[in-house]
């Protein structure tokens, strides 16, 4: 399936809205427990081949929203100095791994729920909020909800993109992967697998050289909803160092401050983010500055990771937005995040690699070469996500 190109600010596209679905642990699911999650943990990173030596250590349990267990977050160490986490299921109908990396901003963050004493709910990609019981999480989001929609409703925005997405958005649990079950049986099984050939490889993993950008830099005007334009600029700024003429970073007097700065007035950004439909086309309008042969496209997540692959395969990073994180409804950020999308592995599922321009780096991995990165199951969050990628037509 090819996704629709966007060659203007009018084009109208149809967004992909959350819907309730009930939870898995209703039905007769087998449970995971705190051994063989590490064990699957531990398995998992030596196939693809990062943390080989590295102890793995439970911190927290995540839940699900009928308040059943729904995953363990955990934090990797070397040497005793912290070095990235996990999230595992603990049901062997997600996962295993349903999200790893070097980028420890949810670590800091399931701190300080945990200080307050509340149960930590995994509600999607690095989305973790704190409630005394499920009832109680419930109440916090549909107060959320009515606060932000009263908001922009002061603002005459009732009819915008940004208030359709808030008023649709509905509470659910994670969908549920049909593989994961031989995925599951492939890390606990006790058979030692061989060494996979460096000349295959290269058929299940590629990473592309995006040199990250903080949205926090100094200058930046916006910092807490510049995800958008920040992701964007990481693109740009690849593009140039392979050699396109695009205005990217270096030529902006301020660099890559000015860039981000000048990509939030060309997305339309605002206090909420950037919706989908402003990202592409301001991203279009920029790459045509100079050359007015790029093309931009649209998609959503679910059912594209082929798609993905194929433009990551052609040296294209992939702008990704993940709609509505609830997480961000309780802080001042965008309540939309975007990251660049720069790489994948099929070594044991279908995961893709960003560069999320929020990040806090872990002691391990905070040099420019080895900036910290997440890594996601596909098909654990394909449903709450939207694709924007770029090419250049020769």
Request: hydrophobic share 35%; with cysteine.
């Amino acid at each position: 399936m090819k996704p629709k190109r966007i060659f203007s600010l009018s084009l109208v596209v149809a967004l992909i809205f959350s819907v309730f679905v009930p939870n898995a642990n209703a039905e007769n699911v087998e449970l995971i427990n705190e051994n063989d999650a590490l064990k699957a943990a531990k398995k998992y990173s030596q196939k693809i081949g990062i943390w080989e030596d590295a102890e793995f250590v439970i911190d927290s349990h995540l839940y699900d929203i009928d308040d059943s267990l729904l995953g363990y977050h955990m934090l990797v160490k070397i040497n005793n100095e912290l070095a990235g986490y996990l999230v595992v299921s603990a049901t062997k109908d997600r996962g295993p791994v349903m999200q790893y990396g070097t980028n420890i901003k949810s670590v800091r963050i399931i701190n300080e729920l945990k200080s307050k004493q509340e149960k930590i709910y995994y509600l999607g990609a690095s989305d973790y909020v704190g409630a005394k019981s499920s009832t109680n999480l419930k109440e916090k989001i549909d107060t959320a909800k009515k606060t932000m929609l009263t908001e922009l409703e002061s603002q005459n925005l009732k009819n915008s993109e940004q208030y359709n997405v808030i008023k649709n958005k509905e509470l659910r649990s994670l969908p549920k992967d049909p593989n994961s079950q031989d995925l599951w049986n492939s890390l606990l099984s006790t058979d030692v697998e061989p060494k996979q050939d460096v000349t295959v490889e290269a058929e299940y993993q590629k990473y592309l050289d995006v040199d990250p950008i903080s949205q926090r830099l100094s200058g930046i005007n916006y910092p807490n909803s510049s995800c958008g334009p920040t992701t964007a600029a990481m693109i740009v700024d690849y593009y140039k160092s392979r050699g396109y003429n695009v205005k990217a970073g270096v030529d902006y007097p301020q660099g890559d401050v000015d860039l981000i700065n000048h990509l939030y007035g060309e997305m339309y950004s605002s206090y909420y983010g950037t919706v989908g439909n402003d990202f592409a086309a301001g991203l279009l309008q920029h790459l045509r500055h100079v050359n007015s042969n790029w093309l931009v496209a649209r998609s959503p997540g679910e059912g594209y990771y082929g798609t993905y692959q194929s433009y990551i395969q052609g040296n294209a990073p992939v702008a990704i937005m993940f709609n509505e994180r609830y997480s961000d409804w309780f802080n001042d950020d965008a309540k939309w995040h975007w990251l660049a999308g720069y790489g994948y592995n099929n070594t044991s599922g279908s995961y893709f690699y960003v560069r999320d321009p929020d990040a806090e780096c872990s002691k391990q991995g905070s040099t420019a070469s080895s900036w910290c990165w997440d890594s996601y199951k596909w098909v654990d969050y394909d449903q709450d996500m939207e694709l924007v990628y770029s090419e250049y037509n020769w």
